[in-house]
């Protein structure tokens, strides 16, 4: 059993930003998902082990930035520009590649919240 811890979620307002964390133990591709009430859950990004590798969602490409800190097994999520429509709870993922990841991660945090105030 792989547990994900995610932070760093809370309220801001459109245009600012914030930056989640997952403590990520183990040799894991990584990335984010997020959901609303009523919607499928989605794809947000992904990073590889060696963190060359990265993945986005249409939707947040140029805003947001996924990065990984193997030292400190953390991967993290800068986001940008936040827009009313990044409002979700955000889950932590990993499974052992980033297909994976995009597709059906097996392992998923308990989720952060996101609210962004227009």
């Known amino acids: 059993q792989v547990q994900l811890v995610e932070s760093g979620g809370g309220l801001v307002q459109a245009g600012g930003s914030l930056r989640l964390s997952c403590a990520a133990p183990?040799?894991?591709?990584m990335g984010w998902f997020r959901q609303t009430p009523g919607k499928e859950r989605e794809f947000v990004a992904a990073i590889g082990w060696t963190p060359d590798l990265t993945y986005y969602a249409d939707s947040v490409k140029g805003r947001f930035t996924i990065s990984r800190d193997n030292a400190k097994n953390t991967v993290y999520l800068q986001m940008n520009n936040l827009k009313p429509e990044d409002t979700a709870r955000y889950y932590c993922?990993?499974?052992?590649?980033?297909?994976?990841?995009?597709?059906?991660?097996?392992?998923w945090g308990q989720g952060t919240q996101v609210t962004i105030s227009s």
């Open positions: 183990g040799r894991y591709a």
């Open positions: 993922v990993a499974a052992d590649s980033t297909v994976s990841v995009r597709r059906e991660p097996p392992y």
